[in-house]
T-cell receptor
Framework: GAVVSQHPSWVICKSGTSVKIECRSL??????MFWYRQFPKQSLMLMAT?????????EQGVEKDKFLINHASLTLSTLTVTSAHPEDSSFYIC????????????FGPGTRLTVL | GESVGLHLPTLSVQEGDNSIINCAYS??????FIWYKQESGKGPQFIID?????DKRQGQRVTVLLNKTVKHLSLQIAATQPGDSAVYFC?????????????FGKGTHLIIQP
């Protein structure tokens, strides 16, 4: 149980285009989902916290107009990278927190974004 | 800056030996810590966790030690196997302040020598 999926697992796009990444909790409800970014040989950095039915909370330095987050249901959150640039190339990882349990997060497999 | 960090970026051990990976944290208010294993190109995988009211917790081949006095966390892996090769991250739970996610340390790349 407690499986989190991400789609796509790998995407290549041209500079200036937008890319949407989906994060789904497959067998549990997640009132809160988190989006992390990881550059090569670096640690995970929290980008934003996504709560179902409300606006996402972004970490300092993360542009909310560039990284659009939508958490429309208890099992789905999406991250859209708008007007992507090569410096946005990274490994994007989501995690989902089990509803009613504040300390348990399950991580997705990650999405590799390459912007040409 | 990061509140959780690791002392060594790479740790090389012989297969069968025990591995010890260390982590220092700076927020004395943190009350929950987690160790994750991340293999190349994959998401983090939960290994073991510990709360601040404990100083030791054991799992299968893994033990986490917490020293709140010096704000130090360690992961011990017994009888290291080739499949243990990965990057290990400690993570600290920071809640409140509008955002509520984990803060990860820099990571230690564990290399298993045959």
């Amino acid at each position: 149980g407690a499986v989190v999926s991400q789609h796509p697992s790998w995407v290549i796009c041209k500079s200036g285009t937008s890319v949407k990444i989906e994060c789904r909790s497959l067998d549990f409800q997640a009132t809160t989902m988190f989006w992390y970014r990881q550059f090569p040989k670096q640690s995970l950095m929290l980008m934003a916290t996504s709560n179902e039915g409300s606006k996402a909370t972004y970490e300092q330095g993360v542009e909310k107009d560039k990284f659009l987050i939508n958490h429309a249901s208890l099992t789905l959150s999406t991250l859209t990278v708008t007007s992507a640039h090569p410096e946005d190339s990274s490994f994007y990882i989501c995690s989902a927190r089990v509803a009613g349990r504040t300390d348990t997060q399950y991580f997705g497999p990650g999405t590799r974004l390459t912007v040409l | 800056g990061e509140s959780v960090g690791l002392h060594l970026p790479t740790l090389s051990v012989q297969e069968g030996d025990n591995s010890i990976i260390n982590c220092a944290y700076s927020n004395s208010a943190s009350d929950y810590f987690i160790w994750y294993k991340q293999e190349s190109g994959k998401g983090p995988q939960f290994i073991i966790d510990i709360r601040s009211n404990m100083d030791k917790r054991q799992g299968q081949r893994v033990t986490v030690l917490l020293n709140k006095t010096v704000k130090h966390l360690s992961l011990q892996i017994a009888a290291t196997q080739p499949g243990d090769s990965a990057v290990y991250f400690c993570a600290e739970w920071l809640s409140g302040g509008g955002a509520d996610g984990l803060t990860f340390g820099k990571g230690t790349h564990l290399i298993i020598q045959p």
